[in-house]
């Protein structure tokens, strides 16, 4: 298996290490000789010292088993993210999803949506649930997309980071990334927010394996009503890992507009939004859900494209359809705080379907 990717990436070249986060930049002639040279011929010495300087890895031998070569997209899509299936071990009333069922792809559905990813010009890839780590196909799925050439993120419970095939896995092929949601400092609160008994201890056997193997964690602090008494104690579990953390105190409707998840909203948490500037969804990134239906992002759903059935193709009806959702229409039309709103228009949307109190999305709420 290649020890760094040479790629392109949006305007860029870069040259970057599974596992790690950063990276350097190369120019173009530099990438253009790793293309022209990949295969039998010894690895260049530029890129054996920058590798060296970079991680102390030391490149030796033919190209082609050092360093995996990444093809130029016309797509430009550099991110995606990508829901493996809804089903879930826990049962949190604040999840966004909705209802958690196991449904999504066979096996030939999903190396059909990882190569039109890889061909959109995909480098970071972001694998969701539901529970990724528990869906049957994960440990393919991850696998697939590692020889892919995608820097890898896993969103995560953290309750099956203990199992000895998933971290066989994590550990011979690094993700840069293990983002963790934490609801919980104490068995009794943790078990509570779940509505799942055991899973505070999964949780941290989770946690125990991943720091122990050295795999890169970050924590999401997730604060609602049943568990905002430990927020201190929630960010303090973060230090004691030596993790960087956010804290997340805002509930949004779920996926369908459904107003379920909102009653678990801490009310003296709930904070004021920064305002909305703008975003690339459906430009440079992507999200397709456990069928293949590419949208601009996890909220943006309203139209979606079958990546499976149209190929790479069809990702060229995905500007479009984000310059139609970004429009403050509906609800938000004529709205004279457009300019400091807070909330971008697909999650407005959300949550006026859910009939959601102004105050919980809208600046209007807190005036």
Known sequence: MYEVIATPFLEDFLVMRPGKSGGFKIPFHRYQELRDTAGDRPCPEWLAAATRKAWGVELSGRSAD???????SSYGYARASYELNLGCNYDCPFCYLGKKEFEGLDWEGRETLLGVMRDAGVVWLQLTGGEPLIDPLFRETYGRAYELGMMLQISSNGSRLHDERNLNLLTQYRPYRITVSVY????????RTTRRRGTWRQFRRGLAAAREAGLPLRLNVVVVDDNAHELDQMKALADELEAEHFVYSNISPTIHGGPEALSSQSDEHLRARKPFTGCNAGITHFHADPFGLASICKVGRDEQIDLVAEGVEGLAQLPPIADKLMLRTGG????ALQDKCGTCRPLAKRYQEANAPLVSYCQHGRR
């Not at 050092?66 to 130029?72: G, K």
């Not at 919980?184 to 078990?191: I, K, Q, R």
């Not at 938000?332 to 709205?335: A, E, H």
Request: glycine content about 10%.
């Open 66 to 72: 050092a360093v995996l070569v990444r093809e130029p």
């Open 184 to 191: 919980g400092a104490t068995e009794e609160t943790y078990d």
């Open 332 to 335: 938000c039309s004529g709205c």
